[in-house]
């Protein structure tokens, strides 16, 4: 896959159960064309039937519906000549396939042979289950015997919805204590849980729901589905919009707790973190892990005891650490945090497709606190608050590449900082297809420190790379009129810090200092632009009567739900203004393919989480 060039070549020869894929060519030449047997490649046959050979058609863009499917395949064609393996960590590709993917059970089994070329697959998972799969990685589902139901009132030792158990960690616990290190899955129905015991013992405020190695959580079940795909979907909604809402509570919590007062968000619980998805007891995550279709609230990480262990001041919704984390199509809202990422505190994993809301920290990261590396992607940071970052703080520590540090296709809106930024990067950062309005610093700023309050938008402290991303009226200051501020850098180099194909208002209030721009639209402040003046350019937003797109900024304190998510309207002055996907800068370890909604980019995508 990815090769400049052909993918294989060879007279007279077969080539069988592969797959060729996003080459500049197939073969060079008819002449120098193999045989194909089993293989998938998009020169196939397009009609959605093999071929004769068993040969399947695959689309250029992976997740279209006869894509591969690959968990997250590579941007670029071609050997990469700025990647120095020395000296830059291994891009976040990976190319096993994801459930439905069509690559599954498409393969040629007589043409595989156990004996020469073993059992296992690149990964040294089983290489056959059933048919064989088309790759070099096979599919791996869960077998019926590791799975785990849990309902809110249920009675029953969890094999089946008719028996379900009331106890989810138990049902977690269970399946992590059993199976020889199988992965397993534990699926919870609509209700309300909150955990029943402290993760420390004798340690008060400890009490959490602990995530284990390979054993994922599924919620948004009604009862009795025998599949995930079976969950309701809000009909035309977010992908975290579920019918059946499956609720993990921190212990003694209640919605009537929580505040909006001083800017910033607050409550109490007796969690520290809700959920604790993390090594405890040297049990690291080796297996990909997933916390999926869940609501988590209420966590105050507060501090105090158990600070070195149980990072008792972050993480106040799920503390996350390790690269096989996965938070996905959750919702993360109502956490309070004395530290840093008052819903989330990602090291090394990924939040996907999520809904994080009305959380603060103190300290940096009001929705989410990434430390190191972390991807947060395909996801909605609003109405959250903090002294920096109140939706997304990227922290670049040392040993780390500052480009692994990952905000793509995110809404981030009306978030209130008391210090700066609704994005903060701290010497690293891509922010990559964003649409990052209405946030609101709220003190007064000082252009004679340095240190003191400079955006409501976006603060880059010595690097960040911003690309296809909207970022309008965005806030600083105190009293009914704030300037618009979009941005300020710090320590910038023109190589560092860069902007590109990005559109922005209130461009001359920016800080840009030595930053490198190409290709910014300059937008005005009103949403639909001004009458009689066609050279004034608004997004054009859909409106909608929750709020004053145009007047409206930070925290809105009567918000107890997200229901707007700043889409453009057909015809916007956003569509295809982006950069080319192909011609991404070589940080871009990631290919914005699919929208927030989960729609297709074009080749030439619109600017911001919107396709």
């Known amino acids: 896959t990815r090769n400049t060039g052909s993918g294989i070549d060879g007279k007279d020869k077969t080539v069988n159960n592969t797959v060729i894929w996003g080459n500049s060519l197939l073969s060079t030449s008819d002449a120098a064309k193999p045989a194909f047997n ?131 960690q138990a049902m977690i616990d269970e399946l992590a204590e059993s199976g020889d290190g199988q992965p397993g899955e534990v699926w919870v129905a609509a209700g309300e849980y909150e955990p029943l015991t402290q993760l420390i013992p004798g340690t008060s405020h400890t009490a959490s729901f602990r995530m284990r190695n390979g054993v994922s959580v599924y919620g948004g079940f009604a009862g009795g589905e025998s599949s995930k795909t079976e969950r309701d979907k809000v009909a035309d909604g977010m992908p975290w919009q579920f019918v059946n809402k499956t609720i993990l509570s921190a212990a003694y919590y209640s919605a009537d707790n929580l505040e909006f007062s001083n800017n910033k968000w607050t409550t109490t619980s007796d969690s520290r973190h809700v959920v604790w998805f993390a090594p405890m007891d040297g049990e690291d995550f080796t297996l990909p892990t997933y916390l999926d279709g869940v609501t988590v609230r209420g966590g105050y990480a507060q501090g105090g005891t158990g600070l070195d262990d149980f990072k008792t001041d972050r993480g106040a919704g799920v503390y996350m650490d390790g690269e096989n984390t996965y938070l996905t199509n959750c919702t993360v809202k109502e956490c309070y945090a004395t530290g840093n990422g008052g819903g989330v505190y990602l090291r090394g994993g990924r939040v996907q497709t999520s809904l994080i809301y009305n959380n603060n920290a103190d300290q940096g990261g009001g929705a989410v606190y990434v430390d190191g590396q972390g991807l947060v992607h395909r996801s909605m940071l609003a109405n959250n608050s903090a002294r920096n970052g109140a939706g997304a703080y990227l922290n670049h520590t040392e040993g780390t590449a500052p480009e692994y540090l990952v905000v793509s296709t995110c809404v981030v809106s009306n978030n209130t900082s008391t210090g700066n930024g609704a994005i903060y990067c701290n010497g690293g950062g891509v922010l990559l297809q964003n649409t990052i309005v209405n946030n609101r610093c709220v003190t007064a700023t000082d252009l004679t420190d340095p240190n003191a309050s400079q955006t409501g938008g976006l603060y880059l402290n010595g690097y960040g790379l911003v690309v296809n991303s909207v970022i309008w009226n965005n806030r600083m200051g105190t009293g009914d009129n704030p300037v618009n501020i979009p941005m300020y850098a710090r320590n910038p180099s023109a190589d560092n810090v860069r902007f590109m194909y990005n559109a922005i208002s209130g461009v001359n209030n920016a800080v840009w200092n030595n930053t490198l721009q190409q290709q910014t639209l300059s937008l005005v402040d009103a949403n639909q632009g001004e009458q009689d003046n066609p050279g004034s350019i608004g997004p054009r937003f859909e409106e909608t009567t929750v709020l004053n797109l145009d007047n409206d900024y930070g925290v809105q304190d009567d918000w107890r739900d997200i229901s707007y998510f700043w889409q453009p309207i057909e015809g916007s002055n956003l569509w295809a203004r982006g950069m080319p996907i192909g011609q991404m800068p070589s940080e871009v370890v990631l290919s914005p393919e699919i929208d927030i909604a989960g729609g297709l980019y074009a080749q030439k995508p619109a600017v911001g989480a919107f396709h």
Not at 69 to 86: C, E, L, Q, R, W
Not at 125 to 142: C, K, L, M, T, W
């Open 38 to 168: 089993h293989c998938a490649y998009p020169e196939a046959n397009a009609d959605g039937q093999p071929d004769d050979e068993g040969n399947i058609y695959l689309d250029s863009r992976n997740n279209e519906e006869q894509g591969p499917h690959f968990d997250a395949p590579s941007v670029k064609t071609g050997f990469d000549t700025d990647y120095m393996p020395s000296t830059t960590f291994y891009p976040l590709w990976t190319w096993v396939p994801l459930e439905g993917s069509n690559l599954i059970d498409k393969g040629d089994d007589g043409k595989y042979d156990g004996t020469s070329f073993g059992n296992v697959d690149l990964d040294g998972n089983p290489r056959q289950r059933g048919s064989i799969d088309i790759g070099a990685f096979e599919y791996q589902p869960v077998s019926s015997s590791r799975i785990r139901y849990v309902k809110k009132n249920g009675t029953g030792d969890g094999t089946s919805w008719d028996d379900a158990s009331a106890n989810l």
